[in-house]
């Protein structure tokens, strides 16, 4: 997810369909995406053509953070398939393949999360 040539920032968007890809890189010099509320999702297109990656770590950085819902597609789906819910800044998978992921942020208190940063180890193809 470092590599902007491999994850454009356009396939990172949130509920608005708003490319926050430059946002939320854990890479990046800014401070971190904002949600607009405890609803809001964050969409990562892996792949432009479409294919399944092999997604190694998820790592997160996030004040208030109590969990996030992963929701995943793969070549096979129409439609989201709730995968896991991630308690810890980092999360090792096994065997997680999938074409998108979305994200849910719940935080520790009543309070939004003010920001999240997030990074995704797998196996990408090479950049352009």
Do not use: H
């Not at 356009?10 to 854990?26: C, F, H, P, S, T």
């Not at 398939?81 to 800044?89: E, G, H, I, S, V």
């Not at 990074?119 to 193809?125: L, N, Q």
Request: hydrophobic fraction near 35%; aromatic fraction near 8%; charge should be neutral.
């Amino acid at each position: 997810m470092a590599d902007v040539n491999i994850i454009p920032n356009e396939n990172v968007v949130n509920n608005g369909y708003q490319a926050i890809g430059d946002q939320i890189r854990l890479n990046g010099t800014n401070l971190g995406y904002t949600p607009s509320s405890s609803n809001d999702k964050i969409t990562i297109k892996l792949s432009s053509d479409n294919s399944q990656i092999a997604i190694g770590q998820i790592l997160i950085q996030a004040d208030n953070f109590q969990s996030a819902s992963l929701s995943i597609k793969t070549v096979n789906d129409n439609s989201w398939r709730l995968y896991a819910t991630l308690t810890a800044n980092k999360t090792t998978f096994d065997n997680l393949y999938a074409t998108e992921l979305q994200f849910q942020f719940i935080s520790t208190t009543n309070n939004n999360i003010s920001y999240v940063k997030l990074g995704i180890i797998g196996c990408f193809p090479s950049g352009k």
